[in-house]
T-cell receptor, first 113, second 112 residues
Framework: NAGVTQTPKFQVLKTGQSMTLQCAQD?????MYWYRQDPGMGLRLIYY???????DKGEVPNGYNVSRLNKREFSLRLESAAPSQTSVYFC????????????FGNGTRLTVT | GEDVEQSLFLSVREGDSSVINCTYT??????LYWYKQEPGAGLQLLTY?????DMKQDQRLTVLLNKKDKHLSLRIADTQTGDSAIYFC????????????FGAGTRLAVHP
């Protein structure tokens, strides 16, 4: 049982390049999320998908797009990377219900030069 | 808006108790959470407390909730070196769907 799998683990981009971060979960969860983690700022929600076929903006969506490809997969795309997007990106999933915990992947460390 | 605040560092001696504190702003939060992050890994749920509770105990962990002061604490008894990690406090954001609002995290260092 892999849980939440993110690829790649590390990535270096030049300013203006594009890339897609992949996330897949095998827990049959309805909801999936993308967070970014920056030093001293905790985790901030970029986008979330409450269920297959829906996506919504979180706290910091600018510069990102997402696709809920199916129930298992939720990808995050940077169309034109900027140094301010240097961060660690975490994908998470959860079941429906207020006390259903978030299950996190191990993160993607992205550096934009 | 919603905000969750924590102190950034805590250093304790092995065997002592650790207390990590957190303040939050949204009094309507139904659940409050503690997550643990070990180096190079994602966050793992440690424990949570429902807003109608004052205290929750789970083995070495004790969570205290003071709703009047919007203060949450996590006590780890008999702290071990394996407890060294970053601990995040989180509250449920508006609109449900488990959109959590996280604090900046408290780095716990346990020394012999």
């Amino acid at each position: 049982n892999a849980g939440v799998t993110q690829t790649p683990k590390f990535q270096v981009l030049k300013t203006g390049q594009s890339m897609t971060l992949q996330c897949a979960q095998d827990m049959n969860h309805n909801s999936m999320y993308w967070y970014r983690q920056d030093p001293g700022m905790g985790l901030r929600l970029i986008y979330y998908s409450a269920s297959e076929g829906t996506t919504d903006k979180g706290e910091v969506p600018n510069g990102y797009n997402v696709s809920r490809l199916n129930k298992r997969e939720f990808s995050l795309r940077l169309e034109s990377a900027a140094p301010s997007q240097t961060s660690v990106y975490f994908c998470a999933s959860s079941d429906v219900g207020l006390n259903s915990p978030l299950h996190f992947g191990n993160g993607t460390r992205l550096t934009v030069t | 808006g919603e905000d969750v605040e924590q102190s950034l560092f805590l250093s304790v001696r092995e065997g002592d108790s650790s207390v990590i504190n957190c303040t939050y702003t949204d009094s309507s939060s139904t659940y409050l959470y503690w997550y643990k992050q070990e180096p190079g890994a994602g966050l793992q749920l440690l424990t949570y407390i429902f807003s109608n509770m004052d205290m929750k105990q789970d083995q070495r962990l004790t969570v205290l909730l003071n709703k009047k002061d919007k203060h949450l604490s996590l006590r780890i008894a008999d702290t071990q070196t394996g407890d060294s990690a970053i601990y995040f406090c989180a509250e449920m954001g508006p609109g449900g769907y488990n959109k959590l609002i996280f604090g900046a995290g408290t780095r716990l260092a346990v020394h012999p």
